[in-house]
């Protein structure tokens, strides 16, 4: 699988759209770009994944560039319950090995 | 409702001592998996299991040990042998994830067992 590399955190205040960003300059045409997040003492959630095209479900959107090197999820109006940690993830369909997190980005959402 | 449940929520244990932690799920899944997180870092796999019956050693299998005798239940036991055993214990299941679909990378959560060594 690709690596993946993500800020550490990022703030963002409530009500404005969270912009996090991933980059998996590495990527195969064959991968996908899979998105998680972990609320603190919780486990994660799956929020969108994509190959090539934006992608976008009531959850967020994915934008992906055109040389697929890099990935923004956005959170159009984040509110407080988006504080978490998000997991940008890199995976073909058949993978050998279950899916590896890295340490992802600390979003905090200020009111 | 479907999902996957742990238990305990919360866990308090004595140097020395076997605990064994819970984890049940009704989607159906083939696989199910044990993450460990530890404070600020990522998930670490510890194991994983595609079939009933078998199961394969993740990255930090040491110290642990599993059993996949039906499909809904994948329990976790910590041994006297791991060194560090407090933190916080996730499992996941998934459809089989050698399987060429989109939703084998997908997993459920739990909402996580948090053990205590003291």
């Known amino acids: 699988d690709a690596k993946t590399t993500q800020p550490t955190s990022m703030d963002c205040a409530e009500g404005r759209a969270a912009n996090l960003p991933c980059n998996h300059s590495?990527?195969?045409?064959?991968?996908?770009v899979y998105w998680y997040r972990q609320i603190h003492s919780q486990g994660p959630q799956y929020i969108i994944h994509?190959?090539?095209n934006n992608e976008t479900n009531e959850m967020a959107s994915l934008i992906i560039t055109e040389d697929r090197k890099s990935s923004t999820l956005i959170l159009p109006h984040a509110t407080l319950r988006d504080t978490a940690v998000y997991y940008c993830?890199?995976?073909?369909?058949?993978?050998?090995?279950?899916?590896?997190f890295g340490k992802g980005t600390r979003l905090s959402v200020i009111a | 409702d479907g999902g996957i449940t742990q238990s305990p929520k919360y866990l308090f244990r004595k140097e020395g001592q076997n605990v064994t932690l819970s984890c049940e799920q009704n989607?159906?899944?083939?696989?199910m998996y044990w993450y460990r997180q530890d404070p600020g870092q990522g998930l670490r796999l510890i194991y994983y299991?595609?079939?009933?019956?078998?199961?394969q050693k993740g990255d930090i299998a040491e110290g642990y040990s599993v059993s996949r005798e039906k499909k809904e239940s994948f329990p976790l036991t910590v041994t006297s042998a791991q060194k560090n055993p407090t933190a916080f214990y996730l499992c996941?299941?998934?459809?089989?994830?050698?399987?060429?679909?989109?939703?084998?990378?997908?997993?459920?959560f739990g909402a996580g067992s948090r053990l205590t060594v003291l």
């Open positions: 996941a299941s998934s459809i089989y994830y050698g399987d060429s679909s989109l939703r084998a990378n997908v997993l459920t």
């Open positions: 590495t990527i195969s045409g064959n991968e996908y």
């Open positions: 994509g190959l090539k």
């Open positions: 993830i890199v995976r073909a369909l058949s993978g050998n090995t279950p899916l590896v």
């Open positions: 989607l159906n899944h083939d696989a």
């Open positions: 299991s595609q079939i009933v019956n078998d199961f």
